[in-house]
Each structure stands twice: as C-alpha cells, then as structure tokens.
C-alpha cells in the first residue's frame, strides 16, 4: 500500500492567498484526520470524518478554514483567506474502523504563508 | 491543564544509555494509551500501545499507572537511531487520539 498520500508537500503563498491541501488515505480505511502542528502548540486534531461524514470540528481554528471529503479517497483542507499565524506543518491522518486505533499519517504539507 | 503533559527535554544521552520519559493525563476517562515516535521533519509513527500491565518491545517498555494517570517510557541500551521525538497519546470513548507535545531525545556518541 502507498500509505497516506498528501500533496503539495510544500506551499509558500502571501496572505490573503487561497491554499488547498488535499489528502488521499489508505484504502480501506473508514476514518480521516487533518492535523496541524507547530512548535508553540504541537499536534492539534482539526477536524476528522469517519466514512466521508465530518464527526468533529471543534479543532478548526475558524471560519477561513473548511475541509471536505467528497469520497473514500479523498479529502481537502482549504485555508480561505491565509494569514502568516496559519504557517505550519498539516497532517492528514486515517485509521481502520475506529477513532481509537492506530493512526497512518501522511508525510505533511509545510505551509509558509508570508 | 492540558490533557496530556509531557516534559519537552531535550534528553542528551550518550549511546548506551537507559532514559526513561514520562506522562501524565488529566481525564480519567481515558482508555486507550499509545507512544508514537517523530523523527525530525518527518510524521507521527506508532511505537507501541501502552496496556495496564506493562508491556515490552525488544528494549522499549511501556508502563501505565491508571491511579497516578501516568504512563512512561523506557528505552534501554540507547542507539543513535533512537533520536527523535516521542509523543504519549491518549484518548476516551467517544473522541480521536490525543497528542502530548513530545519530548525529544538525542543519543550521541
């Protein structure tokens, strides 16, 4: 298996710019995690889905950010408009069956927003 | 309070070294427990489970205290390869995993 795919694998955008991110998980896996992480604030759960229903939000810093998944294999964080505060590494994640299992996570997308 | 507080280090340990990381969590609910190691610029990878009663992988032991709501892990006869980030992991009923920031480990020789 390819294991989650995430692309682009770096973005550097100004502010006020539209960025996608988009994520590809294992086949076969029912649920879906966008991450974000940052040295001040580690590894923070934005949002996941579980069989392409987003479960929950509440780690969704605001409303310039959404994210989607329109199908088992695949899903977009969208940052609408950037802001320099939103530079950090996004992780797309996905596990088998349950919230409580073993994640797989991607390689990230390393976001600079200058 | 966070729900899961790890001490940051850095831990400089020379190769062959025994270093013990700790954990603690705040909800009592909590029901599964996990390591996951990051190795620099790179993603979150699972280490080991955590179960109630100790568990060991070659020289990495894992141990939970449900009373103290505190896990460690132990890593004997440190490698070079063993530096990196390790992150404790909880979660409860009903939410996705939660991540400790890290504490982050340099074995040199």
């Known amino acids: 298996d390819a294991g989650v795919i995430q692309s682009p694998r770096h973005e550097v955008t100004e502010m006020g710019q539209e960025v996608t991110l988009r994520c590809k998980p294992i086949?076969?896996?029912?649920?879906l995690f966008w991450y974000r992480q940052t040295m001040m604030r580690g590894l923070e759960l934005l949002i996941y889905f579980n069989n392409n229903v987003p479960i929950d939000d509440s780690g969704m810093p605001e409303d310039r950010f959404s994210a989607k998944m329109p199908n088992a294999s695949f899903s977009t964080l969208k940052i609408q408009p950037s802001e320099p505060r939103d530079s950090a590494v996004y992780f797309c994640?996905?596990?088998?069956?349950?919230?409580?299992?073993?994640?797989?996570f991607g390689p990230g997308t390393r976001l600079l927003v200058l | 309070r966070k729900e899961v507080e790890q001490d940051p280090g850095p831990f400089n340990v020379p190769e062959g070294a025994t270093v013990a990381f700790n954990c603690t969590y705040s909800?009592?609910?909590?029901?599964?427990f996990f390591w996951y190691r990051q190795d620099c610029r790179k993603e979150p990878k699972l280490l080991m489970s955590?179960?109630?009663s100790g568990n060991e992988d070659g020289r990495f032991t894992a141990q939970l205290n449900r009373a103290s709501q505190y896990i460690s892990l132990l890593i004997r006869d440190s490698k070079l390869s063993d530096s990196a980030t390790y992150l404790c992991?909880?979660?409860?009923?009903?939410?996705?995993?939660?991540f400790g920031k890290g504490t982050t480990l340099s074995v040199s020789s």
């Open positions: 994640a996905s596990s088998f069956r349950s919230d409580q299992e073993t994640q797989y």
């Open positions: 955590v179960y109630s």
């Open positions: 086949s076969g896996h029912d649920y």
């Open positions: 909800n009592s609910a909590s029901q599964s």
């Open positions: 992991v909880v979660n409860r009923a009903g939410t996705a995993l939660i």
